[in-house]
């Protein structure tokens, strides 16, 4: 893999996931710092009207659309695990795809990627018929859509036998395992507070493909996009600290 | 207008009305006797696995897919007028229509016209705003997509305006008054039981572009497409006994 | 009617106006200020976890525990008005009064009233079948629950004919025409906005059981309780100065 | 035990499934030959007005009126498993218990007892926390209300260290494993479909308390309960048989 390509990162962020009366999130403040934007569906967050204005807010900002598609759970906001089959994922996805591709569509822009929410996300990351239904659904999408899932994931794997673009997402707010997963929430140091250390922890990824996991050991990790936790209070803080050090290194932030 | 052009006609119908384990409509029987089935999307009926079924049955037919949006009520099947503004209708008619053209997509199809459900499609007919916000929708959905509305409403002017592809609906079982507007539902007459009055309407719509009104009176219509209400029991009998006719007269059946 | 009562009043404010993981309110903070709150019950806001946390606020507080029954419209935060017959009316008072009875129950606490909210609250203010289903729904629920109802009209007039216990609301904070009906919030005059007029209004209402309208005239009103908008930024300030002058005039504040 | 007590046996049935505009189930042909309906609450099935319509029904047949509360999964039909807190499941049956309660009472009636649906009642049988908590609900529901749960499961002895009133389950067309649990669907012999041999297993249950597993062994069971399968096509004529044959063995059928 050449220079160039190590120097060029996504930095990804759930967006839209207000709903009706209710607002969440910090969307106008946040998306000027990041290349991808991942919208809510309705299922766990994003009533139509909130979809359209987040699509247009990335258009603005010239952010890359893509749909953050859940489980059926706006009362438990898509957090709580479910028995799905495969069939019942590859029909989430294709649904809430379509209705942030609909939006997209009359803003002019296209669908560009797809990553899944919450339980969702977790639940198929290293299950195996779910993550295959998922590649299926990306795939059938077409259009070069492509799937955001969790670095050296079950899904990745799947993705990539399946012939569907995809990109690996790191976190440099999270501790991670000695065999490249994440560390479980309650652990200590699953959590990474401290600003100075997530940057150093997102550049070791960008720059030589590792991370340091809690343990201490170096792991290599193939992450194509980072994500950015909106909801949380120093989210555009931190986004900019990130950007100055990337900047400052010559490293790029765009979509993939 | 040439004769070829009323020589041919598209019968539409409701489709996909099943919600997760409860099952309504006719589906399979009625899909080989239409050329366009306007597919209900979420919001009154029609879970995703529903919507991928009834698309890959449509296509299996050769039959046109439509989206059949709806005002959010599940519960009230769509059918309680809700006050809802322009810009929501817009929003709702771009979700629900994105989520069946993905379904479509994904079946190597496309999304062919837009028909509203219920109430939505009673209370946007002669509204001007909301018509207006109806064909705007369908003009940012683009790709060609079809308006299906009320023959000699509101929207379809609205639609003309706009310059959006529309095509009037008329329906062969139910009786007019002297404006073409329908005879609400109480009125005597409002509903045509009798097979062979409501195919001779049908021609009539067809072939003379009028329709008789209930006290008389030969109305002109401009109608593109006829609806066949399918949750009604002699739905395929009387498909198949317009079909005969048609044949007989040498009046196509096909999607506009 | 004695002067002792003419001493006492009720402060409502509609509470557990939260969903799932969005929050809205400040119910902690208002909660020590009135003497009934209006539970949301589910349809609009106010999912289950939501309610019991509500109710036990409203339990250690003292406050009487109302529901606050809406039209089934979570994305629209029942502020769509909505065709009802007065039958579905009645199911959804019962519904959702029943739900917040049970979590009443469990807090060893009693339901105390019913106030609708939003659209159907003004939906059903002034017609005639739906106040009527109101009236029946109240008096079936049983149990000496009382409803609330804007003051002067045909619900208040409805739950006297059924001998419904009912008691008629007043704003402090609203404007009103000369026949003792609201002003339209597009009029000048229509939101009271300074502090000292409105506490001004709220006493009128319950010293002279009247209420100067808009055009300067003096209108009989019969207010048993007055609403508090929890939602606005000044609620506990202007709660507490209300309360402050009420002590200063030897009103009492509590729930009918 | 005495003799007269095990010469008594209550039927529950499943009813009010339901939902708007879908029908499921033969509600009005089951309910004469039960004494126990389960209603369902709105989460799975049973929109308000089914639910007014089915408490109705079940006090016009003299039958006991339960709440039949469910994952919230209208989608679903609340079959799918979801990880939920024992908070969260004690949060849903007091609020779909006080939404049937509401009616009960509105119908002059009362709620008697509480038996969960679908994936809720497969999760919470066996699980010491969800139990607990099911538990807790019943106890606080308060009124007598009895709990109705898989015999011999945790739950079952749950609510026995509650002092909560609880009756256990059993089913006369399922297949019993040696400990008493119920044969996996999967597994051959699961399902009892002969008459004769389902009515052969209930007065087993009944008049010897025990079952003889697909393995061949006799294991005790206590059964206050059985459970009809409403949604079969054989469920009248099979009610109808079990009864005829209590009747002749002098086995009395009504609620605990």
Redesign the interface.
Same mark, same amino acid.
């Given at each position: 893999m050449s220079q160039t390509l190590t120097r060029t990162i996504d930095l990804n962020c759930d967006m839209g996931e207000?709903?009706? /009366?209710?607002?969440?999130g910090a969307d106008a403040e946040v998306m000027p710092h990041i290349s991808s934007a991942n919208i809510a569906a @309705?299922f766990h967050?994003g009533?139509?009207?909130t979809?359209?204005k987040t699509v247009r807010l990335a258009v603005d900002n010239g952010v890359a659309i893509g749909v953050h598609p859940s489980l059926?759970?706006?009362? &438990? +906001?898509g957090?709580?695990?479910?028995?799905?089959s495969p069939?019942?994922l590859y029909?989430?996805i294709?649904?809430?795809? @379509?209705?942030?591709? &609909? +939006?997209a569509? /009359?803003a002019g822009a296209k669908l560009h990627h797809v990553k899944c929410h919450g /339980?969702l996300y977790n639940m198929a990351a290293n299950d195996q018929p779910l993550s295959d239904a998922m590649a299926r /659904?990306v795939k059938?999408? &077409? &259009?070069g859509v492509i799937l955001y899932g969790l670095a050296g994931s079950t899904m990745m794997a799947c993705a990539k036998r399946h012939g569907v673009p995809a990109v690996g997402e790191g976190f440099a707010d999270r501790g991670y395992m000695n065999d490249g997963t994440l560390a479980p929430r309650g652990q200590a140091g699953a959590l990474i507070e401290q600003e100075a250390k997530a940057v150093a922890q997102a550049l070791a990824m960008v720059e030589q493909r590792t991370v340091t996991s809690l343990s201490g050991k170096r792991v290599a990790v193939e992450v194509g996009t980072l994500c950015l936790h909106g909801d949380q209070p120093g989210a555009v803080a931190f986004a900019k600290a990130l950007r100055r050090e990337f900047t400052a290194r010559g490293i790029g932030v765009s979509a993939p």
């Open positions: 207000s709903y009706g /009366a209710w607002k969440m @309705g967050a009533d139509p009207a979809i359209r059926p759970d706006i009362m &438990g +906001f957090r709580r695990a479910m028995k799905i069939q019942e029909d989430l294709i649904y809430q795809a @379509g209705a942030v591709e &609909g +939006f569509r /009359a /339980a /659904a059938d999408l &077409g &259009g």
